[in-house]
T-cell receptor
């Protein structure tokens, strides 16, 4: 079955810096890759996603890139702000209505 | 509006109690999901309903019983739970018809004493 690895597990940056979180997947049939942000005490929030026929997608300060050949995708956050502090999960859609999640990255943005 | 609501927000129950969790969405989505999330872990899929029919049961113990009374509502009935069942229970919905994106509710924090 699909396996998604996510790195790093924790990431500390200064406000205004960029942050990059990387995920790799194992099943070449996976074709949809969402990113979720989960703040303390809340449910995961879908912040951006990318499909396998696209290499990059941007939404204001966040962007996602996908390299199908290498089977990895990354989340890029520019000009980080304290409110970006949260746990971020990547996921891969395996078909059959299932998402396989990465293990999560705790991002801390210090003022 | 991509809102999924869940009630209650918190629930404490004893091992002999019966309780229910409720999830609601009014986005016209046709797939709904239950996930369990332990601290510092990703969500784990429990059940999937597609067009009000149970399509996936991830070998969940029978003390968890899902129900989908209509396309907007999803329940999770709990009975004879164990302390290790304490977790955040998340509901999600998806448009269905091949759409992949899932939208999560805020979750119910369950504590089993």
């Amino acid at each position: 079955g699909e396996n998604v690895e996510q790195h790093p597990s924790t990431l500390s940056v200064q406000e205004g810096d960029s942050a990059v979180i990387k995920c790799t997947y194992s099943d070449s049939a996976s074709n949809y890759f969402p990113w979720y942000k989960q703040e303390l005490g809340k449910g995961p929030q879908l912040i951006i996603d990318i499909r396998s026929n696209v290499g990059e997608k941007k939404d204001q300060r966040i962007a996602v890139t996908l390299n199908k050949t290498a089977k990895h995708f990354s989340l890029h956050i520019t000009e980080t702000q304290p409110e970006d502090s949260a746990v971020y999960f990547c996921a891969a859609y395996t078909g059959f209505q299932k998402l396989v999640f990465g293990t999560g990255t705790r991002l801390l943005v210090s003022p | 509006d991509t809102e999924v609501t869940q009630t209650p927000k918190h629930l404490v129950m004893g091992m002999t109690n019966k309780k229910s969790l409720k999830c609601e969405q009014h986005m016209g989505h046709r797939a709904m999901y239950w996930y369990k999330q332990k601290a510092k872990k990703p969500p784990e899929l429990m059940f999937v309903y597609s067009y009000e029919k149970l399509s996936i049961n991830e070998s969940v113990p029978s003390r968890f019983s899902p129900e989908c009374p209509n396309s907007s509502l999803l329940n999770l009935h709990l009975h004879a739970l164990q302390p290790e069942d304490s977790a955040l229970y998340l509901c999600a919905s998806s448009p269905g018809q091949g759409a992949r994106e899932q939208y999560f509710g805020p979750g119910t924090r369950l504590t089993v004493t």
